[in-house]
T-cell receptor, first 114, second 116 residues
Framework: AQSVTQLDSQVPVFEEAPVELRCNYS??????LFWYVQYPNQGLQLLLK??????LVKSINGFEAEFNKSQTSFHLRKPSVHISDTAEYFC????????????FGQGTTLQVKP | GAVVSQHPSRVICKSGTSVKIECRSL??????MFWYRQFPKQSLMLMAT?????????EQGVEKDKFLINHASLTLSTLTVTSAHPEDSSFYIC????????????FGDGTRLSIL
């Protein structure tokens, strides 16, 4: 079985500061990794994904995450955050070859302060 | 724009009422859809996998008679919360992957269900 741990439930940060949201996973088989963002009372939006290939994946709005197999991690980073980045962020895994059944972490609330 | 539509966005009803939530894929056919439940300040828990033309697959601990799932067409799955009680109050979210291998899930905007 797979599991996902997001160590930080809340991350407060000032605007234009860098941020890292941590995600560790556990699995006995190969996995796909995802980061989703959720704004209040909305569904989830895919931020970025790792399926294979380059271990560093980037989104169009400045976020990036790096798959580290040895540390079983997929931390999300952004060098300079904006107020609009305030949201809930979920890390998720699925078994490789099957993007259907997602296992989510507990979520991290990113609070960007002016 | 949205590729998965969920309706209604919010429901408030009395205890004992049955509530139907619809999940539609807007520009693709989805043979499989997924239903999640999210408690306040918590993560999403997969409830069941909705399969077009066959029975849904429920996760352990989810009452299939309580949460009825119907996937009658390639673009529509419905979740019916039967005889809802206050403990069923939650945020319910559906998702569907586009056809093809390794396609990520697209999520609906969720339904806030409040049972009085």
């Amino acid at each position: 079985a797979q599991s996902v741990t997001q160590l930080d439930s809340q991350v407060p940060v000032f605007e234009e500061a860098p941020v890292e949201l941590r995600c560790n996973y556990s699995s006995s088989v190969s996995v796909y990794l995802f980061w989703y963002v959720q704004y209040p009372n909305q569904g989830l939006q895919l931020l970025l994904k790792y399926l294979s290939g380059s271990t560093l994946v980037k989104s169009i709005n400045g976020f990036e995450a790096e798959f580290n197999k040895s540390q079983t991690s997929f931390h999300l980073r952004k060098p300079s955050v904006h107020i609009s980045d305030t949201a809930e962020y979920f890390c998720a895994v699925s078994v490789s070859g099957n993007t259907g059944k997602l296992i989510f972490g507990q979520g991290t609330t990113l609070q960007v302060k002016p | 724009g949205a590729v998965v539509s969920q309706h209604p966005s919010r429901v408030i009803c009395k205890s004992g009422t049955s509530v139907k939530i619809e999940c539609r894929s807007l520009d693709f056919q989805a043979t499989t859809m997924f239903w999640y439940r999210q408690f306040p300040k918590q993560s999403l828990m997969l409830m069941a996998t909705s399969n077009e033309g066959s029975k849904a697959t429920y996760e352990q601990g989810v009452e299939k008679d309580k949460f009825l799932i119907n996937h009658a067409s390639l673009t529509l799955s419905t979740l019916t919360v039967t005889s809802a009680h206050p403990e069923d109050s939650s945020f319910y979210i559906c998702s569907a992957p586009r056809p093809g291998s390794n396609q990520p899930q697209h999520f609906g905007d969720g339904t806030r269900l409040s049972i009085l």
